[in-house]
């Protein structure tokens, strides 16, 4: 009871950023989310986990308004963006930054001009300020700078991420909405991605809400995790929440065959060296 109230008492402490209440969304007679809570807090990296199919990237993009939801509400950086008039829906809208899946980076336009257009869209910059602010994304995410004139097909799947990645941080936002980053990339490409993610948020002091399946990105650099289970967050908390959560699919997930290896070398990794 004890450890319960300093964990609540710590949450009050910190300011959220996204304050999701009571969000039921589905489609046709198919509920998806029904009546789902979550807290993301300022500065933390909240893995957003769940099995295939339950929704996960459904509250993502509810929470973008890119899908519609049937109740509840839904602040983003102490907004309302249902009661918001216009110049603050705009000033909210430039505050978030999203990575996709699959980087959804647009196929005509060179990686300069894929970060270039969220500047278009919102800020009146001359094209000679964008073109620096470009370069700096470029090289904030890794990549050389060679890469801003080339097109999507001619990049590899992480030069594709982190060309995305950039594009999310064109006008410098709070949030940043990442949806299974490290899909599709090889182990130490996953692991390199994870860091710079971990890097830019302490460098930046950014707020960042990753949907994901790799239990390598939940080990290594999320601060908490969130469960989605039976359309609602099951359990929320840290790896040894979940560690001790009983509930069957939670601990076949966090104590499977694959999140073994990982167990074991964190909890060694916490061991001090044999003299």
């Known amino acids: 009871m004890q450890q319960t109230a300093e964990k609540a008492s710590e949450r009050e402490d910190r300011q959220v950023v996204l ?7 589905g489609f046709g007679s198919n509920i998806v989310l029904d009546h789902l809570n979550l807290d993301i807090y300022r500065g933390e990296i909240l893995g957003f986990v769940g099995a295939s199919g339950t929704g996960k990237s459904v509250l993502m993009r509810t ?139 302490d460098t930046l002091g950014l707020t960042v809400y990753m949907v994901t399946h790799d239990l390598d990105s939940l080990f290594s650099v999320c601060d908490r995790i969130a469960v989605l289970g039976q359309k609602r967050v099951l359990v929320e908390g840290t790896l040894n929440d979940m560690l001790s959560f009983d509930d069957p699919w939670v601990q076949a997930y966090f104590r499977g065959k694959r999140a073994r290896s990982v167990v074991t070398t964190d909890e060694d990794a916490a061991q001090p060296a044999e003299k």
Do not use: C, W
């Open 63 to 201: 929470v973008l308004r890119l899908l519609p939801r049937r109740s509840g509400r839904i602040e983003i950086l102490g907004t309302d963006y249902d009661e918001a008039d216009e110049m603050q829906r705009m000033e909210l809208d430039t505050r978030l930054g999203v990575l996709f899946q699959h980087g959804a980076l647009f196929s005509s336009l060179t990686v300069k001009e894929n970060i270039q257009l969220p500047m278009r869209e919102y800020l009146d910059l001359p094209q000679s300020l964008m073109d620096e602010l470009a370069f700096l994304k470029i090289e904030m995410v890794g990549l050389a700078p060679d890469a801003a004139d080339k097109y999507p097909s001619e990049l590899s799947g992480g030069m594709i991420k982190r060309a995305a990645l950039a594009r999310a941080l064109a006008l410098d936002p709070d949030l940043v909405f990442l949806d299974e980053p490290t899909s599709g990339l090889d182990p130490i490409g996953a692991a390199e991605f994870d860091m710079l993610i971990a890097r830019l948020r």
């Open 19 to 25: 304050s999701v209440r009571d969000v039921t969304v």
